[in-house]
């Protein structure tokens, strides 16, 4: 069973900064391509960023590309979301996912999912 978990959410101030982390674990030696996506109340899955399982390629949002960072330690199953310059509308659950196909996706066709970590956003 592959197992991903968020940590890093919380509340922060508008303009300020978080950074998300993400685990991918399973029990063969697989290498995840990983991506970030967030939910707000009332609205639909949102990608953010996606990267491959080696880290060669990034895809991200318009909305947040000027914005958010993602990066992964190599071929470790571990990739972070660097959010910078925080918004109120960007205030929501930010979930990892991680697939077993080596490019990064932008739907959420992802095989794998995490429970979610709550950002919110004080204005």
């Known amino acids: 069973q592959v197992q991903v978990v968020e940590d890093g959410g919380g509340l922060v101030q508008a303009g300020g900064s978080l950074r998300l982390s993400c685990t991918a674990s399973?029990?063969?030696?697989?290498?995840?391509?990983m991506g970030w996506f967030r939910q707000a109340p009332g609205k639909e899955r949102e990608f953010l960023a996606g990267v491959s399982f080696d880290g060669g390629a990034s895809k991200y949002a318009d909305s947040v590309k000027e914005r958010f960072f993602i990066s992964r330690m190599g071929t470790k199953n571990l990739a972070y979301l660097h959010m910078n310059n925080l918004e109120p509308d960007d205030t929501a659950v930010y979930y990892c996912?991680?697939?077993?196909?080596?490019?990064?996706?932008?739907?959420?066709?992802?095989?794998?999912w995490g429970q979610g970590t709550q950002v919110t956003v004080s204005s």
């Open positions: 399973g029990p063969t030696f697989t290498i995840y391509a």
């Open positions: 996912a991680a697939d077993k196909r080596p490019g990064y996706l932008v739907t959420t066709e992802y095989a794998y």
